[in-house]
């Protein structure tokens, strides 16, 4: 036979349909060499090519696929249908006012979506055309990236980039090992290390890679970058010899080769296959507050808009009733017409209606608001004040459909590392058996002069001396970081611990180089890796080697790491580090009690700590180790689950040395930001996997929590001592008891009567909260009351969280009962879930990598740059949006509902009151740009007041411009100036006579009459009005603002003459020739349009000017006090930063606040800033400027004289 029945078996149990082993594993083979007869069959397994994909359409599809996409949208569709409608039956108005409108937001958007695909296919061609080497019959050949195979060998030289996910065979370095930097997929810039498969380590020339004959077991591809399951079978001597592989042998595309001359590889996964492809995951549309109310506000204009036809149509068949009216003398009827049923005909006429009607719609809004927010979100991006030198980066805009959201955060959800704290770590101290030792107090083993430091034991005993150095080269020889060498000296780095730095740490924890370079200013100093040995200095100058043996790598589930090393006496040792809460539980001796005392009194200050212990190995338990370690590392199915087991077996009986403190600086302006946030009404979380002393700590640093704060613990200390059921209803009481069962939102965040409460919750009391509700009715409920707590306390902290369990908490606050806006705002991979998850996610450039930039909305250099991100940018955004979709609502209004009165005055005859130019153009042209540039550069505020007052963010809060009642007064307001033109146009032209030639003309006007000069007069007073009122609403004027307001009306009137004033060929009819010119050519024409365009704008004018006088806002207040002090009010000193030496006292009832009493000798121009001025008594102290309003010149000649007025 030419198969054994062990092949046969093989191979039907790998290929027949639903075996598991099909779909979670594949077989390649390296070089695409058959394995030895008798092994297995070799059927060669059909893989994708090397080529990436990233963009959207090809040349064949664009046009169907964009249309089709386009066209999903309710109002593109519904313009479609108009436009189809107009081409099918006889409609009033031409199919072009529809469809050139439609046909410009299709083209519009279609350019710019092709343009961005363009670049995508441009980026995809360079990435899959450039070259790469392959070993090819013993030589390196050169080919394209996209023709790359599964089972290629590949040779890579230092700084290149691999091209395909690749399993390490060998490399340049003895020791098999390569350096590689992941910064393009999870942005981390430290120096990784990866293992050659040790069989295959020693091959290092084309031929001898080339001789290799192995097959390699894997799974099939998964996106997780940090996960990968396989074994390599090499045939020597035709047996095979298995050998594990891990993610410690997998180079994914798009690192890059570090520190390595070369390195040999084989392909394993290719083109959409590889790790990073699989991780482009589409992120979910998100989609804003305003976006929601603007299809809310549409749905009612639909409405109105069937209504307006419906009930056109019904009087139309009351007036047509009468005979002499359904058919008149100038207008018969066609037989067929005759013939056709009165509900086609009706139908027909109610089709028409909705054509005449259907600008209530506003088509060009959609193109509007998109170009307002691609072009604005470029002033987020040019905006210099959040430009980080240090890092050279600017703020980055990834979502710009969001822009406007970024003015209605309610709740903040904050990473700790590198986000509040800088991630740059240094080395404060370390506890050995409760001696304290301090790098700055002693360096290279001698205390220096001057320490002054009781703490410290300058003379220990015996025991503790090898105990203490015991713990040195335990810290020097378990982690993972490599020495970057830059000048080596007779094989050794001489002068590392002589100040001369001739090389440096890297590794993938920033951690891991602080202890190491805190060792080396004590005294031991790590050297480097050879030849799977670590070398390190002692204080003698003598240089100890140690066997690495094993490295039980860190992970975030055990929280520590182990190595297990070979002295050169032959002792083997087991280095264990980690978090305390990992570490305690399985130590068996040592000073526990004293180490735990100085963790906990470091955890408090604020430093990150980290325990050290060790265990002496037996040559039998190191064998047993080396049993399980294999075993584990062997299997395919849950090797993770099984490593885990043998780590755990492993990691025990532990002997305590002691324990570090390492720092983590808080940002610049951390604090400032967060108190900020707070008065801004935004509610801060602090979601961070630190213990939660350490969080703690940097939660009163960065003003989280105040002194005066009373901290809730809702941990598992607490629950081990009382049930869950019974702390969550004992911290309910506690808040609700102090606020009256009222939420938190009610009182203001500055309020000297409301006791601040911020909670703290651990990640595995968070578990037992978000559990589900068993059988019995105790647990149901714990969600909810969880909530009520959190609505009732200024801040919560949550610590020991999974980057999972973040994501929970904001999906939780999202979908409680208010639906509050949420923020998100982290800096490395583990943040990513929660940043996808809130309605805005934004990330920080930090240490930790790019990964939460990449998927973030918007991304920072700095956590302080979110400061002027929301309270300026965001304000400004917003407050720009609302006015855009509310004008855009009450311009189509005043224009479309004349046209609905004009229909009682021709018969309901579906009659056009303006030309079919006016109609096309109205949107497009007469009054689309001024709305574009209002939303794009107005400044209601000034931007300094908005930084120093964060309490203004709160006027613009839960959607306020954009609430129901504000919109039902921009459409009674556009209903009324409808009415104003239309009536006050027709009371014009009410008294008409017959001139001598025929022509009918208003006696009192001397103006030509005419239906198409009535609906010219009316469309003029329409275009005036509207801009004017864009006009009124403008208060930061630019010459940008003159030039487009004032152009758009020239233009207006220039294309109006130009339109009736030559006979243009190409038009079969003109009906509008000589109109315009002839109605201005008549007085009492030009007085009626001044004086229609007052009526409209009067009562929006007085409406404001009462306002602002009896029931100001705050923005009003503050517009007036600007002008007061001409633009000078963000130079005045706020209220609440002026520090009172000489006292203070008490005003009134409400809010009993500190009033500062200001020096005499200071100017007037520091003295007083009222930043809020409300009738609640949070803020105000002083009386506001604007009651000195009256009294304006007696403050001038204050100025005058230089008068000190004392309040």
């Known amino acids: 036979m030419g198969m054994d029945v062990s092949t046969l078996r093989t191979l039907i149990s790998r290929y027949c349909v639903g075996e598991e082993n099909w779909v979670d594993s594949r ?47 309710v109002a593109n569709f519904y313009f479609l249908i108009i436009f189809l409608v107009q081409l099918i039956i006889d409609t009033p108005t031409s199919p072009i006012t529809s469809g050139l409108p439609l046909f410009f937001v299709i083209t519009v958007t279609a350019i710019k979506q092709g343009y961005e695909d363009w670049l995508r296919h441009k980026a995809d061609n360079s990435v899959n055309q450039c070259p790469v080497h392959v070993v090819q019959h013993g030589k390196v050949v050169r080919k394209q990236s996209r023709k790359l195979r599964v089972g290629d060998v590949v040779f890579v030289k230092e700084n290149e980039t691999f091209p395909c996910d690749l399993i390490l ?307 020097c020889l378990c982690h993972t970081v490599q020495v970057k060498e830059e000048e080596t000296v007779d094989g050794i780095k001489q002068g590392i611990h002589q100040g001369k730095s001739t090389s440096f740490y890297i590794s993938s924890s920033p951690d891991e180089v602080a202890l190491v370079e805190g060792m080396k200013r004590l005294g ?79 955890a408090v200050e604020g430093l990150r700590t980290l325990c ?134 009610t009182f203001s965040g500055l309020s000297g009567d409301c006791t601040d409460y911020g909670l703290i919750i651990d990640g595995a009391t968070l578990s037992a909260v978000m559990r589900p509700p068993q059988e019995d009715s105790n647990s149901g409920n714990y969600k909810e009351i969880f909530l009520e707590i959190c609505r009732n306390c200024s801040a919560v902290l949550c610590c020991r969280m999974a980057p999972l369990q973040k994501a929970q908490i904001v999906k939780l606050i999202k979908a409680s009962k208010e639906h509050p806006i949420t923020l998100a705002i982290g800096d490395g991979a583990n943040d990513v879930s929660m940043i996808l998850e809130a309605h805005v996610g934004v990330g920080i450039m930090g240490k930790e990598g790019r990964q939460a930039v990449r998927n973030s909305d918007y991304a920072i250099p700095k956590f302080k740059h979110l400061k002027k991100m929301l309270l300026v940018h965001g304000h400004y955004y917003y407050i720009r949006i609302s006015e855009l979709v509310q004008y855009f609502f009450y311009k189509n209004v005043c224009f ?96 008409t006579t017959f001139t001598s030639n025929g022509q009918l003309m208003t006696t009192n006007t001397q103006m030509m009459f005419g239906n198409w000069t009535f609906g010219t007069l009316v469309f003029t007073v329409l275009v005036f009005t509207v801009t004017f009122k864009l006009a009124l609403d403008t208060h930061y004027w630019t010459w940008i603002n003159h030039f487009v307001i004032w152009g758009s009306l020239i233009f207006f009137v220039v294309f109006s003459l130009l339109w009736g004033g030559i006979i243009w060929p190409f038009l079969n009819y003109q009906r509008m020739y000589y109109v315009f010119m002839q109605m201005l050519s008549s007085g009492p024409a030009w007085l009626s349009i001044i004086l229609l365009i007052t009526a409209g704008l009067l009562p929006d004018v007085l409406k404001k000017v009462i306002w602002r006088a009896l029931w100001p806002t705050t923005t009003e207040r503050i517009q007036n006090a600007d002008k007061l002090y001409k633009g000078h009010l963000s130079e005045f000193t706020p209220l609440a930063s002026l520090q009172s030496k000489a006292g203070s006292q008490r005003r009134g009832s409400g809010g009993q606040r500190n009033v500062p009493n200001p020096r005499r000798s200071e100017p007037f121009s520091k003295k007083t800033m009222f930043t809020r001025w409300q009738r609640t008594p949070d803020y105000c ?7 000195f309003a009256d009294g304006a010149r007696n403050l001038r000649q204050g100025y005058a004289h230089g008068g000190q007025t004392s309040v």
């Open 27 to 73: 077989t390649i083979y390296i070089g695409h060499k058959e394995p030895p007869p008798g092994t297995e069959a070799f059927i060669q397994q059909r893989f994708p090519d090397n080529r990436i994909v990233s963009s959207k359409y090809t040349f064949w599809n664009f046009i169907p696929k964009n249309m089709f996409e386009q066209f999903r949208r």
């Open 169 to 475: 065979l060998s490399t340049s370095r003895d020791e098999g090992v390569c350096y590689v930097t992941t910064a393009s997929l999870d942005g981390e810039s430290s120096h990784k290390t990866y293992f050659a498969v040790q069989d295959t380590k020693a091959y290092n020339t084309e031929q001898e890679v080339d001789s290799i004959h192995a097959t390699i077991e894997c799974e099939q591809p998964q996106p997780d970058l940090y996960k990968f399951v396989g074994r390599i079978n090499i045939y020597m001597d035709n047996e095979p010899v298995a050998r594990p592989l891990g993610s410690e042998n997998l180079l994914l595309r798009g690192a890059t080769l570090k520190n390595t001359e070369y390195i040999y590889a084989v392909a394993i996964y290719t083109g959409m296959e590889t790790k990073m492809a699989l991780n482009y995951q589409s992120k979910t549309q998100k989609r804003s507050a305003v976006e929601k109310s603007m299809n809310a506000y549409l749905v009612v204009y639909l409405f109105i808009l069937i209504s307006k036809a419906f009930v056109n149509t019904v009087l139309k068949y009351v007036w047509q009733a009468d005979p002499n009216r359904d058919e008149p003398w100038y207008n018969d009827r066609t037989e067929s017409e005759r013939q056709r049923h009165i509900v086609i005909r009706a139908f027909t006429d109610f089709l028409a209606f909705m054509v005449l009607f259907n600008y209530i719609i506003p088509v060009s809004m959609y193109v509007t608001v998109e170009m307002q927010k691609f072009l604005g979100s470029y002033f987020i991006m040019w905006d210099d004040e959040m430009f980080d030198e240090e890092l050279g980066e600017r703020a980055v805009v990834n979502t710009s459909d969001l822009n406007e959201e970024l003015g209605q955060v309610e709740y903040v959800f904050t990473d700790k590392t590198g986000t509040l704290t800088e991630n740059n770590m240094e080395f404060i101290e370390c506890c050995v058996d409760g001696h304290v030792y301090v790098p700055h107090v002693i360096l290279n083993g001698q205390v220096m002069p001057g320490a002054g430091m009781d703490m410290i034991d300058t003379s220990p005993g015996p025991e503790a001396r090898e105990h203490e150095e015991l713990f040195f080269r335990a810290l």
């Open 524 to 602: 031991f100093t790590y050297l480097r890796l050879k030849d799977s040995h670590m070398e390190i200095l002692n204080r003698e100058d003598e240089i100890e080697r140690f066997e690495l043996l094993e490295v039980l790598t860190f992970d975030s589930v055990r929280r520590r790491m182990s190595v297990i090393v070979r002295s050169s006496s032959g002792q083997l040792y087991l280095f264990c580090k980690g978090a305390d809460s990992s570490i305690f539980p399985r130590v068996i001796s040592g000073k526990v009690e004293q180490v735990k005392a100085r963790v906990e009194h470091n």
């Open 612 to 745: 050290v212990a060790y265990r002496l190995l037996s040559p039998e338990q190191y064998q047993e180790v080396c049993h399980l370690l294999s075993g584990a590392k062997l299997a395919l199915q849950d090797r993770d689950k099984r490593l885990a087991e043998a780590y755990d077996i492993i990691e025990k009986d532990l002997i305590l040395l002691g324990a570090t403190a390492v720092e983590d600086r808080l940002q610049e302006k951390a604090a400032d930001t967060i108190e900020s946030l707070h008065k801004a009404g935004m509610k801060v979380w602090v979601l961070t996997g630190d213990k939660m002393e350490t969080a703690a700590a940097t939660c009163y640093a960065s003003k989280l929590f105040h002194r005066n704060t009373q901290i809730l613990e809702l941990t598992t200390k607490r629950t081990e001592e009382q049930s869950l059921h019974d702390v969550l209803f004992d911290l309910s009481r506690t808040v609700l008891r102090q606020h009256g069962g009222m939420t938190r939102d």
């Open 896 to 991: 479309i509902f004349p046209q609905f009165l004009y229909q009682f005055f021709c018969g309901f005859s579906q009659q056009p009151l303006y030309d079919t130019a006016y109609l096309t153009l109205y949107n497009i042209s007469f009054t689309s740009l001024p709305i574009l540039l209002y939303s794009l550069i107005e400044q209601h505020i000034n931007m300094d007041i908005l930084k120093k007052d964060p309490s203004l963010y709160r006027d613009i809060a839960k959607n306020s411009l954009l609430r129901w009642p504000i919109f039902i007064y921009w459409t009674i307001l556009g209903v009324y100036d409808a009415i104003v033109m239309f009536f006050g146009a027709y009371f014009l032209f009410d008294n």
């Open 1181 to 1187: 102290t002083f009386t506001p400027l604007l009651r």
